[in-house]
């Protein structure tokens, strides 16, 4: 019985937490004149069905996969170089690794529209405009980097040193203990904390506005941003654009979320 | 015998011209804020200026309104700036007084497509600077007050009588005015960016007030006008925060009875707007006062630092020269006198292209921004009642008596 | 060399070697772009000049324009304002709802992930969305409050100068609460279940287990919410450029706006960057408490 309840309770809080999801898909299949009429319809009178079209005219499917190579490359990019850091960070206490601590939060203080601006001069000074999708790979990787390592230094806290001195007494080296034995234990934290890297990485707008200057290597969010002109604003547009771009991810997300959060809750360690 | 020689020469000449142009393909990079889709004016003029020049390739960038600034500056500053540019009109003045626009007179002086002169004094000062031109512009737009003559009809106003004065607009909008049908009388921006001080300043100057002299009494008695039709909610408070398109919005689902903007309203409002609209000149405080107008749209500018200077020159002849068919195409006014044949939305056109006469310039002054900002703060700090409008008209003079170097 | 190579592999080198890579990393990318607004903020900048380094120095006159402008000491008072409720409420609601969903009930792990949702969208958008729903005239906030009889008049969310810091505020509850929510869920997923049946044979009722099991156990994972929580909302741009603008009178505008409307719509980078500065100041703060805070965490 309680857990009907719990359930019904759960529907609640989610039907409150995603009506500006609701509002999002509605608009999209509003024409323009029902946008914005009061009161509010709550289902489209006169539905209208772009998406075909939005996708086609905006060339969605480049944008997607330009947003796809950069967060993809993103996420790799963070895993390599922030799961080992974040290890060490877990393990080790000293002033030098405080310190590594300390420099890892302060770095991501300020947001991209105002890092796109010396990142932008610094890359034309080394010639990385000329291949903007890696400079906004790399630009975007430092910005998630101490996100990743924060988080992903959490999980390896809670694997227990005895584990891996057990494998060290059988003869392995640190590297091996740390690939074998850390690794896997630590691995749902490093993958959720990954998806949730991946999925900011393919919403970056800043730096791929600043860095990128063809159309065709352009990202889905500056696509997205084709809809706003001086004096126009295609509210319908933009919500078909979105509901497009997100539909994919969130029904991607919803199946593999399941495998992560119940690998969570059955506890990697007991 | 001459005309022979001539016609020699000029085969000649073209051949010698072709000669080179095919030895080399010129690429010219274009930011503009045009979009694709649309699609936009610099998309539709690079690929007929190709057709007719194929040694000409163009590489066009579309740039948000709202980013113009941040990555122009960023692009100069790194010496990565296009050949050629859309400027917003009053931002031309900033880029051309820093000497990071080509100077087009010498190229003007032979031109035999583009006589300045013949160019609305408001558009060509903002491409002047220091006697010299920078630009050319691609042609303008201005605002005016768009009614709903069904509503003025049901209320027993007479739709062929606009408002005239500020208190003819006042008395009409609190008729229209019904907040049990969620209708607002008037929409308008007085938003804290430039489209505020855009919609101001053709207020303020009617009384002989402007952006140097904007703590006149005149300009005052117009803030205090729009306090007046804000607090009575003759106007949705959220006219604070709205830019104009949002704001005119409202006026084509019918929640407000007229609107101020321009025509770039006239796409949209044609397709949404399920009423007999129609568009009058902006009211001035009383009759027979001198009329104003705001002046929009902008510039095409070459950057001083272009490989290719008489290529883009072409270019921007060739968009200058395609000014009759701006409005019907693209929705903007022609920047010098065309005679426009049939025109779209005639009677609003007619309108319009009065109102044209009346625009002025905002500035121009290479620091155009920091002034607009002085005035749209004092805008907002009015009608938000953090102060009354003489004093915080006074407190934008002093800035821009700064700015001034005063 | 061998011996440092030996290090490396085997030994302490091993940990610093990798924590070395990231800061190396770090240093590139992130402490340039820091580096160069610093500087910038004690220089004279223009449009020509932003792209090198030696500008004229004018020492803290930046700073003292900034001080002497008005609006400084309001918009300072948004920014505490606006991360102090934004992490309070953030915090409140992620933990209540991990809290709630770590029961164990029918589809409590599918329904978790519904509320990742506001994650996955692009900040544009639902600023976009959010400023539909907290339109005066025509948002549906507004219709349904007045449906059910809680307000009589309008509210004007946005233009009203007295709300619409909140209202910005409402809406960055609403997209940091999944980040919260996943990531304390994770941290609960790893306090070992024995644990809470062996205090639950001794008695212990469930605050108190909440209180002196939970708590204690989660604070590794709190101090990296919070401290990440705090950088993120500073970070917060998107919002305040498509809901108010800073506005209407400045009423809404926080540090990291307010340094952006600086920079390039009134040109003044100097200032701008300024600002900047300052809100590395205060994250140096919170990164300094964090890291202290993480010494706990050895003593346990």
Same mark, same amino acid.
Request: proline content about 5%; aromatic content about 14%.
């Given at each position: 019985?309680?857990?009907?309840?719990?359930?019904?309770?759960?529907?609640?809080?989610?039907?409150?937490?995603?009506?500006?999801?609701?509002?999002?898909?509605?608009?999209?299949?509003?024409?323009?004149?029902?946008?914005?009429?009061?009161?509010?319809?709550?289902?489209?009178?006169?539905?209208?069905?772009?998406?075909?079209?939005?996708?086609?005219?905006?060339?969605?499917?480049?944008?997607?996969?330009?947003?796809?190579?950069?967060?993809?490359?993103?996420?790799?990019?963070?895993?390599?170089?922030?799961?080992?850091?974040?290890?060490?960070?877990?393990?080790?206490?000293?002033?030098?690794?405080?310190?590594?601590?300390?420099?890892?939060?302060?770095?991501?203080?300020?947001?991209?529209?105002?890092?796109?601006?010396?990142?932008?001069?610094?890359?034309?000074?080394?010639?990385?405009?000329?291949?903007?999708?890696?400079?906004?790979?790399?630009?975007?990787?430092?910005?998630?980097?101490?996100?990743?390592?924060?988080?992903?230094?959490?999980?390896?806290?809670?694997?227990?040193?005895?584990?891996?001195?057990?494998?060290?007494?059988?003869?392995?080296?640190?590297?091996?203990?740390?690939?074998?034995?850390?690794?896997?234990?630590?691995?749902?934290?490093?993958?959720?904390?990954?998806?949730?890297?991946?999925?900011?990485?393919?919403?970056?707008?800043?730096?791929?506005?600043?860095?990128?200057?063809?159309?065709?290597?352009?990202?889905?969010?500056?696509?997205?941003?084709?809809?706003?002109?001086?004096?126009?604003?295609?509210?319908?547009?933009?919500?078909?654009?979105?509901?497009?771009?997100?539909?994919?991810?969130?029904?991607?997300?919803?199946?593999?979320?399941?495998?992560?959060?119940?690998?969570?809750?059955?506890?990697?360690?007991? | 015998?001459?005309?022979?020689?001539?016609?020699?020469?000029?085969?000649?000449?073209?051949?010698?011209?072709?000669?080179?142009?095919?030895?080399?393909?010129?690429?010219?990079?274009?930011?503009?804020?045009?979009?694709?889709?649309?699609?936009?004016?610099?998309?539709?003029?690079?690929?007929?200026?190709?057709?007719?020049?194929?040694?000409?390739?163009?590489?066009?960038?579309?740039?948000?309104?709202?980013?113009?600034?941040?990555?122009?500056?960023?692009?100069?500053?790194?010496?990565?700036?296009?050949?050629?540019?859309?400027?917003?009109?009053?931002?031309?003045?900033?880029?051309?007084?820093?000497?990071?626009?080509?100077?087009?007179?010498?190229?003007?002086?032979?031109?035999?497509?583009?006589?300045?002169?013949?160019?609305?004094?408001?558009?060509?000062?903002?491409?002047?600077?220091?006697?010299?031109?920078?630009?050319?512009?691609?042609?303008?737009?201005?605002?005016?007050?768009?009614?709903?003559?069904?509503?003025?009809?049901?209320?027993?106003?007479?739709?062929?009588?606009?408002?005239?004065?500020?208190?003819?607009?006042?008395?009409?909008?609190?008729?229209?005015?019904?907040?049990?049908?969620?209708?607002?009388?008037?929409?308008?921006?007085?938003?804290?960016?430039?489209?505020?001080?855009?919609?101001?300043?053709?207020?303020?100057?009617?009384?002989?007030?402007?952006?140097?002299?904007?703590?006149?009494?005149?300009?005052?008695?117009?803030?205090?006008?729009?306090?007046?039709?804000?607090?009575?909610?003759?106007?949705?408070?959220?006219?604070?925060?709205?830019?104009?398109?949002?704001?005119?919005?409202?006026?084509?689902?019918?929640?407000?009875?007229?609107?101020?903007?321009?025509?770039?309203?006239?796409?949209?409002?044609?397709?949404?707007?399920?009423?007999?609209?129609?568009?009058?000149?902006?009211?001035?405080?009383?009759?027979?006062?001198?009329?104003?107008?705001?002046?929009?749209?902008?510039?095409?500018?070459?950057?001083?630092?272009?490989?290719?200077?008489?290529?883009?020159?072409?270019?921007?002849?060739?968009?200058?020269?395609?000014?009759?068919?701006?409005?019907?195409?693209?929705?903007?006014?022609?920047?010098?006198?065309?005679?426009?044949?049939?025109?779209?939305?005639?009677?609003?056109?007619?309108?319009?292209?009065?109102?044209?006469?009346?625009?002025?310039?905002?500035?121009?002054?290479?620091?155009?921004?920091?002034?607009?900002?002085?005035?749209?703060?004092?805008?907002?700090?009015?009608?938000?009642?953090?102060?009354?409008?003489?004093?915080?008209?006074?407190?934008?003079?002093?800035?821009?008596?700064?700015?001034?170097?005063? | 060399?061998?011996?440092?190579?030996?290090?490396?592999?085997?030994?302490?080198?091993?940990?610093?070697?990798?924590?070395?890579?990231?800061?190396?990393?770090?240093?590139?990318?992130?402490?340039?772009?820091?580096?160069?607004?610093?500087?910038?903020?004690?220089?004279?900048?223009?449009? *020509?000049?932003?792209?090198? /380094? @030696?500008?004229?120095?004018? =020492?803290?006159?930046?700073? &003292?324009?900034?001080? +002497?402008?008005? $609006?400084?000491?309001?918009?300072?008072?948004?920014?505490?304002?606006?991360?102090?409720?934004?992490?309070?409420?953030?915090?409140?609601?992620?933990?209540?709802?991990?809290?709630?969903?770590?029961?164990?009930?029918?589809?409590?792990?599918?329904?978790?992930?519904?509320?990742?949702?506001?994650?996955?969208?692009?900040?544009?958008?639902?600023?976009?969305?959010?400023?539909?729903?907290?339109?005066?005239?025509?948002?549906?906030?507004?219709?349904?409050?007045?449906?059910?009889?809680?307000?009589?008049?309008?509210?004007?969310?946005?233009?009203?100068?007295?709300?619409?810091?909140?209202?910005?505020?409402?809406?960055?509850?609403?997209?940091?609460?999944? *980040?919260?929510?996943?990531? /304390? @869920?994770?941290?609960?997923? =790893?306090?070992?279940?024995? &644990?809470?049946?062996? +205090?639950?044979? $001794?008695?212990?009722?469930?605050?108190?287990?909440?209180?002196?099991?939970?708590?204690?156990?989660?604070?590794?994972?709190?101090?990296?919410?919070?401290?990440?929580?705090?950088?993120?909302?500073?970070?917060?741009?998107?919002?305040?450029?498509?809901?108010?603008?800073?506005?209407?009178?400045?009423?809404?505008?926080?540090?990291?706006?307010?340094?952006?409307?600086?920079?390039?719509?009134?040109?003044?980078?100097?200032?701008?960057?300024?600002?900047?500065?300052?809100?590395?100041?205060?994250?140096?703060?919170?990164?300094?408490?964090?890291?202290?805070?993480?010494?706990?965490?050895?003593?346990?």
């Amino acid at each position: 019985m309680k857990r009907y309840v719990l359930f019904v309770v759960a529907l609640c809080f989610l039907a409150i937490y995603l009506f500006p999801l609701y509002w999002m898909y509605l608009t999209a299949f509003k024409p323009s004149s029902e946008t914005f009429t009061y009161p509010p319809t709550f289902w489209p009178t006169h539905p209208q069905f772009n998406f075909v079209q939005t996708f086609i005219d905006k060339k969605m499917d480049v944008y997607l996969w330009n947003s796809m190579v950069i967060a993809v490359g993103t996420t790799i990019i963070a895993a390599l170089i922030g799961t080992g850091c974040a290890y060490a960070l877990a393990r080790v206490r000293s002033l030098g690794m405080d310190i590594v601590l300390f420099l890892v939060l302060m770095m991501q203080v300020l947001p991209p529209s105002l890092m796109a601006t010396p990142i932008f001069v610094l890359f034309n000074q080394v010639g990385l405009i000329a291949t903007p999708r890696f400079a906004v790979v790399l630009a975007q990787s430092a910005k998630v980097l101490p996100l990743f390592i924060v988080l992903c230094r959490t999980s390896f806290m809670q694997i227990p040193k005895e584990l891996e001195e057990a494998a060290r007494v059988d003869g392995a080296s640190r590297l091996g203990a740390f690939l074998r034995i850390a690794v896997p234990l630590a691995r749902n934290g490093i993958l959720v904390t990954s998806v949730l890297i991946f999925l900011q990485s393919f919403g970056e707008y800043v730096y791929s506005r600043s860095l990128i200057s063809q159309e065709d290597l352009q990202t889905a969010t500056v696509g997205l941003m084709n809809f706003m002109g001086p004096n126009t604003t295609d509210w319908n547009g933009i919500m078909t654009y979105a509901v497009i771009y997100v539909t994919p991810i969130l029904i991607v997300f919803m199946l593999l979320q399941r495998k992560i959060v119940s690998g969570l809750t059955a506890g990697a360690l007991k | 015998m001459k005309k022979t020689l001539v016609l020699i020469a000029g085969a000649l000449g073209l051949l010698a011209s072709t000669a080179i142009a095919s030895a080399e393909d010129v690429t010219l990079n274009v930011w503009t804020i045009d979009r694709q889709s649309d699609p936009g004016y610099n998309y539709v003029m690079a690929d007929e200026f190709t057709k007719l020049h194929p040694n000409i390739k163009f590489n066009i960038k579309h740039v948000e309104f709202a980013d113009w600034a941040n990555d122009i500056m960023r692009a100069v500053a790194t010496g990565t700036q296009p050949d050629i540019a859309y400027v917003d009109n009053p931002n031309t003045p900033f880029l051309s007084s820093k000497g990071a626009l080509l100077d087009l007179t010498p190229y003007l002086k032979d031109s035999t497509i583009v006589d300045t002169t013949k160019i609305f004094p408001g558009p060509l000062s903002t491409v002047t600077w220091d006697g010299k031109v920078y630009g050319l512009p691609r042609g303008s737009n201005t605002i005016a007050l768009y009614y709903n003559a069904d509503m003025f009809k049901a209320a027993g106003l007479d739709p062929d009588k606009p408002p005239q004065t500020w208190q003819e607009l006042y008395d009409t909008a609190k008729k229209l005015t019904d907040p049990s049908k969620n209708v607002y009388g008037l929409a308008f921006s007085a938003n804290g960016n430039e489209e505020g001080t855009f919609q101001f300043l053709p207020w303020a100057q009617s009384t002989g007030a402007d952006f140097d002299h904007i703590s006149d009494p005149g300009a005052v008695r117009a803030l205090e006008m729009w306090q007046k039709i804000i607090d009575e909610k003759l106007a949705s408070p959220d006219t604070l925060i709205r830019g104009q398109y949002d704001s005119m919005a409202t006026f084509n689902a019918q929640n407000a009875a007229m609107g101020i903007s321009g025509p770039w309203e006239l796409p949209r409002m044609s397709k949404d707007a399920k009423f007999d609209f129609r568009v009058a000149l902006l009211p001035t405080e009383k009759e027979g006062d001198k009329r104003a107008s705001a002046l929009g749209e902008g510039n095409n500018v070459i950057f001083a630092k272009t490989q290719h200077p008489k290529e883009a020159f072409m270019y921007l002849e060739y968009m200058y020269s395609q000014m009759p068919r701006v409005w019907n195409e693209f929705g903007f006014l022609p920047s010098y006198p065309v005679e426009a044949k049939d025109p779209k939305w005639s009677a609003q056109y007619e309108v319009f292209a009065e109102s044209m006469k009346y625009a002025r310039a905002r500035g121009p002054s290479p620091d155009w921004a920091k002034i607009s900002k002085a005035i749209s703060t004092a805008i907002q700090a009015a009608l938000t009642h953090q102060t009354d409008a003489q004093t915080a008209l006074n407190t934008a003079q002093t800035t821009i008596n700064g700015v001034l170097g005063k | 060399m061998s011996s440092i190579f030996r290090s490396a592999h085997d030994g302490r080198g091993f940990d610093i070697a990798l924590a070395l890579l990231a800061l190396a990393y770090l240093l590139v990318f992130s402490a340039f772009p820091l580096v160069y607004n610093i500087l910038m903020s004690f220089q004279e900048v223009d449009m *020509f000049s932003l792209a090198s /380094l @030696s500008r004229p120095f004018v =020492g803290l006159a930046n700073y &003292m324009t900034l001080f +002497a402008n008005p $609006d400084f000491w309001p918009i300072m008072g948004n920014t505490a304002l606006f991360v102090v409720l934004c992490i309070t409420f953030q915090l409140l609601f992620g933990f209540g709802l991990a809290l709630f969903f770590q029961q164990d009930f029918f589809g409590a792990s599918y329904l978790r992930g519904f509320f990742l949702a506001a994650w996955i969208i692009p900040a544009l958008v639902a600023g976009a969305v959010w400023k539909w729903i907290f339109a005066g005239d025509a948002g549906v906030l507004n219709y349904l409050l007045s449906s059910v009889g809680l307000i009589d008049q309008k509210i004007f969310w946005l233009s009203n100068p007295a709300i619409s810091l909140y209202s910005v505020i409402i809406a960055n509850i609403w997209l940091g609460i999944p *980040f919260n929510m996943i990531l /304390l @869920s994770v941290g609960l997923a =790893g306090i070992p279940k024995d &644990m809470y049946e062996a +205090a639950a044979l $001794d008695g212990a009722g469930p605050w108190k287990r909440f209180f002196f099991m939970t708590l204690p156990m989660m604070r590794s994972t709190l101090g990296a919410v919070i401290s990440l929580g705090i950088i993120f909302t500073l970070q917060q741009f998107d919002l305040f450029a498509s809901l108010t603008q800073g506005g209407p009178a400045n009423a809404s505008n926080v540090a990291q706006y307010w340094s952006w409307q600086l920079s390039f719509q009134t040109y003044d980078i100097a200032s701008g960057s300024a600002v900047s500065v300052l809100m590395l100041g205060f994250v140096i703060v919170v990164a300094f408490i964090y890291v202290r805070s993480t010494r706990h965490e050895y003593s346990a």
